[in-house]
C-alpha cells in the first residue's frame, strides 16, 4: 500500500471509529437502566459495523479456526498472544456472537481514536506498575463480569511484531480468578503484517484459532496455578500448527 492510499484508507477508518463512538449515549442510557443485556446488544451491533468498515477500507480478513469453540453465550475471559494492534480487530471480528472488550494497558489511552473505541467496547486500561491501580481495575473488571460482559486480555503485555510468542505475566489469571468465569484461550497469527511488519498498514489475513474453553472458574487454586502454563502452551502450539 503506497503512502497516498495508507492516508485515505487510515481516514476511512477514522471516520469509522466516529461513526462507532455514536452509540455510546446508548450504551450509557442502557446501563443507567441496569439493561445489561441491551448494552451489549449495542456494542456488539457498533462493533459489527466497526469491523466490517475496518475490514473493506484496509483489505483486512480474518480467518477463524475452530469456530465452533467459540462459547455460546457470556461471560469469560478470552485471552491470547499480541502481535500487533490490529489485534483487537481481530479478536472483535472472530468474536461475533458476543460483545467483546478489553483489559488494556494504560499506555493505550494515547492511541486515539483507539483509545475510544476500546472505552466504547466496555473495557478497562491496567496501570501495570501501580498496586493499587491493579486492585481497582480487578474490581471494575469483576463487576463487569458479574453484568455478564466478556472480556479479553494479552498476558505477553506488549507486542511481539512477529510469530514469535513471548512469556505470559501470571497475573493476567487473576481477573478470571476473581470473578470465577471460564477462560477461551486464543492463537492470534500474522496479524504483525497487517502494519508492524513494514510500520505502514498492508492488506492480508489474520489467522484466529479458538482453542476449547478452560474452565477456569471450577478448578482448585492449585489447578488454576497449573492451568496458567497449560493454556500459554496451549496457545504457543496454535501458533506453530497454523502459522
Known amino acids: 500500500m503506497n503512502p497516498l492510499k495508507?492516508?485515505?484508507?487510515?481516514?476511512?477508518?477514522?471516520?469509522?471509529?466516529?461513526?462507532?463512538?455514536?452509540?455510546?449515549?446508548?450504551?450509557?442510557?442502557?446501563?443507567?437502566?441496569?439493561?445489561?443485556?441491551?448494552?451489549?446488544?449495542?456494542?456488539?451491533?457498533?462493533?459489527?459495523?466497526f469491523c466490517d468498515h475496518t475490514g473493506a477500507s484496509l483489505g483486512i480478513k480474518v480467518d477463524v479456526i475452530n469456530p465452533e469453540n467459540i462459547p455460546t453465550e457470556g461471560p469469560y475471559l478470552v485471552v491470547a498472544n499480541h502481535q500487533s494492534y490490529a489485534d483487537i480487530y481481530a479478536l472483535i471480528d472472530a468474536f461475533r456472537s458476543t460483545q467483546i472488550g478489553f483489559i488494556a494497558k494504560s499506555e493505550t489511552k494515547k492511541l486515539k481514536p483507539l483509545a475510544d473505541v476500546i472505552r466504547g467496547t466496555e473495557s478497562v486500561f491496567i496501570d501495570r506498575g501501580?498496586?493499587?491501580?491493579?486492585?481497582?481495575?480487578?474490581?471494575e473488571t469483576t463487576e463487569l463480569f458479574k453484568n455478564g460482559y466478556t472480556l479479553a486480555i494479552f498476558p505477553e503485555g506488549t507486542r511481539s511484531h512477529s510469530n514469535d510468542m513471548g512469556y505470559f505475566k501470571p497475573g493476567s489469571f487473576k481477573f478470571a480468578q476473581k470473578a470465577k468465569v471460564p477462560i477461551v484461550p486464543v492463537s492470534i497469527i500474522d496479524s504483525y503484517k497487517i502494519f508492524e511488519e513494514h510500520n505502514t498498514f498492508n492488506a492480508g489475513t489474520i489467522k484466529v484459532v479458538i482453542h476449547?474453553?478452560?474452565?477456569?472458574?471450577?478448578?482448585?487454586?492449585?489447578?488454576?496455578?497449573?492451568?496458567?502454563?497449560?493454556?500459554?502452551?496451549?496457545?504457543?502450539?496454535?501458533?506453530?500448527?497454523?502459522?
Request: hydrophobic content about 35%.
Open 6 to 49: 495508507n492516508t485515505i484508507a487510515i481516514n476511512k477508518v477514522y471516520r469509522g471509529f466516529r461513526k462507532y463512538l455514536k452509540n455510546v449515549p446508548a450504551i450509557r442510557a442502557a446501563q443507567a437502566r441496569g439493561d445489561h443485556a441491551e448494552a451489549q446488544r449495542i456494542i456488539r451491533r457498533g462493533e459489527d459495523y
Open 130 to 139: 501501580n498496586p493499587r491501580a491493579a486492585i481497582q481495575t480487578l474490581k
Open 212 to 243: 476449547p474453553t478452560v474452565h477456569f472458574e471450577a478448578m482448585s487454586r492449585e489447578e488454576q496455578n497449573a492451568a496458567h502454563e497449560q493454556i500459554e502452551n496451549m496457545i504457543r502450539t496454535g501458533i506453530a500448527k497454523y502459522r
